[in-house]
């Protein structure tokens, strides 16, 4: 065979002869891609398999090819929500999933959701025989994406019944309301657009019950129910109903509304039963930290208990990187060892606890862009280097220990609403470097000092931090 081509499997021929001789159809009904294992290879007529299957999904569009009749050309599309594979291997499946014909294919690598790139993939198969006819010739009705020739041979019979309609100048009123294939072309058009023009269908009953391939838009708080358990409240899911590899077996893939780029779940119903909703992607713009019920592993940390990673480190490395969103960090209650985190440029980075029962002994940022904390203790104190605009509020430090309350380096932001106390061997706020930050209802006793300034300026608004030394500003540093 050619370098990149196709043949039709011992498997698929013996179908073939069978159909002829018993007046039967073979009825092809899935496609699926393969990356060979990393490599090209060339197929054999004896496979009953790919090399390495990475996705499989129903034929869109089967035809004859107009201009070879022998020639049968098979299309199928390939959804933004797979990907992250290499396509080197094609294959066409039967209804009772015989491998009918396998090919090779130019390689193309397929992009995932949580690379950033949505891409549709339409794959081109061919198959020849020396008789087309005994192939079944249909499209499957729960693809949910229509070809551009189904769309304009749908749009071409409704210009038909209209043109014919207005060549009958004496139709009545009831005529009009019945043009044969008129109605039905029409909804067929509409159907094949809803994801073309990206529309969807508005759906806010039980989600285990909708099994229908197609979009849908559901919402929680407009009675919808058993969409993912968390997050936001409304979510664009997409339907996609088995009929013949599985015999009724659904996949519902769930993506939130307000950053589709990311928080995309998935839930299936087999044999039965449903599966629970899980998250399909890497990256998080709601991070969940557990120290008592969490799990460190993938598909951990999108919601709170269990669901939820048990440690700080695991879950900053899950933080999205350049991503230009707000990313929040939730803390349940407990105690965490550290909080380390330097060189972030992902956009509003927000840390939140449960109040005084969230406990992080040691804390340190460096090199962030754009910092919130809220609502937490912090046994050693706040250590903010090059931390260009921040935020804290309700981050209380009121343990005897060593070193600082809160200490800036080069650190620009505000503090409000918290508690920096018993720091016997430092300040209760230490300013250095060019710092520049605010003090707005903040308090503290039984420090060392109790506001410390060096080549920086510190502004104070119903604030009161006492020490030994009541304040002190050094080689032009301002306490205003």
Same mark, same amino acid.
């Given at each position: 065979m050619a370098q990149y081509g196709t043949i039709i499997t011992n498997i698929g021929l013996a179908q073939i002869a069978n159909a002829q001789i018993t007046q039967t159809k073979v009825g092809l009904e899935y496609i699926a891609l393969g990356d060979g294992n990393g490599a090209h290879y060339v197929p054999t007529q004896n496979q009953t398999k790919l090399v390495h299957e990475v996705w499989r999904g129903p034929i869109a569009e089967l035809s004859i090819d107009p201009t070879n009749s022998n020639r049968i050309i098979i299309d199928a599309v390939v959804p933004v929500t797979a990907g992250g594979f290499t396509i080197r291997e094609i294959g066409i499946f039967d209804d009772k999933n015989n491998l009918i014909a396998i090919g090779q294919y130019p390689e193309k690598y397929k992009p995932q959701l949580s690379e950033g790139v949505s891409e549709e993939t339409i794959i081109h198969f061919v198959i020849e025989t020396n008789n087309a006819d005994v192939v079944k010739l249909t499209i499957d009705p729960t693809v949910i994406i229509a070809s551009r020739n189904y769309v304009d041979g749908k749009v071409a019979q409704v210009q038909k019944a209209l043109t014919e309609h207005s060549a009958e100048s004496n139709i009545n009123a009831h005529k009009i309301g019945n043009i044969d294939g008129l109605q039905t072309a029409l909804e067929e058009i509409a159907d094949s657009q809803m994801t073309v023009n990206g529309k969807a269908i508005e759906y806010n009953g039980d989600y285990n019950l909708l099994r229908k391939s197609g979009w849908y838009n559901g919402s929680q708080s407009w009675g919808a129910k058993n969409l993912p358990p968390t997050g936001p409240a409304s979510y664009l899911v997409e339907v996609i109903a088995w009929s013949g590899y599985n015999e009724g077996s659904v996949t519902q893939f769930a993506r939130s509304s307000n950053k589709p780029e990311v928080t995309w779940f998935r839930q299936g119903f087999a044999n039965g039963n449903w599966n629970p909703w899980t998250r399909v992607t890497d990256a998080l713009y709601n991070?969940?930290?557990?120290?008592?019920?969490?799990?460190?592993?993938?598909?951990?940390?999108?919601?709170? %208990?269990?669901?939820?990673?048990?440690? !700080?480190?695991?879950?900053? =490395?899950? +933080?999205?990187?350049?991503? /230009?969103?707000?990313? #929040?960090?939730?803390?349940?209650? %407990?105690?965490?060892?550290?909080?380390? !985190?330097?060189?972030?440029? =992902?956009? +509003?980075?927000?840390?939140? /606890?449960a109040?005084? #029962?969230?406990?992080?002994?040691?804390?340190?940022?460096?090199?962030?862009?754009?910092?919130?904390?809220?609502?937490?203790?912090?046994?050693?104190?706040?250590d903010?280097?090059?931390?260009?605009?921040?935020?804290?509020?309700?981050?209380?430090?009121?343990?005897?220990?060593?070193?600082?309350?809160?200490?800036?380096l080069a650190s620009s932001g505000m503090i409000s609403m918290s508690t920096y106390s018993s720091k016997t061997s430092g300040a209760g706020i230490k300013l250095d470097n060019g710092s520049n930050v605010v003090l707005d209802t903040v308090s503290g006793s039984g420090n060392k000092i109790g506001i410390d300034v060096e080549l920086s300026i510190c502004r104070r608004r119903a604030s009161s931090i006492t020490g030994t030394t009541p304040t002190r500003a050094l080689h032009g540093g301002q306490i205003l």
């Open positions: 991070i969940y930290v557990d120290p008592v019920n969490g799990v460190d592993e993938d598909g951990k940390g999108w919601s709170d %208990g269990a669901n939820a990673y048990k440690t !700080l480190g695991y879950a900053l =490395g899950k +933080l999205p990187r350049l991503s /230009g969103y707000e990313t #929040t960090l939730t803390l349940a209650a %407990g105690t965490y060892s550290t909080l380390n !985190l330097s060189n972030y440029r =992902g956009g +509003l980075l927000t840390v939140r /606890g109040g005084a #029962t969230t406990v992080i002994d040691w804390i340190m940022f460096s090199h962030i862009d754009n910092l919130q904390l809220r609502d937490f203790n912090a046994v050693m104190g706040l903010l280097r090059v931390v260009n605009n921040f935020s804290i509020q309700n981050v209380n430090s009121p343990y005897g220990t060593d070193g600082h309350g809160v200490y800036c």
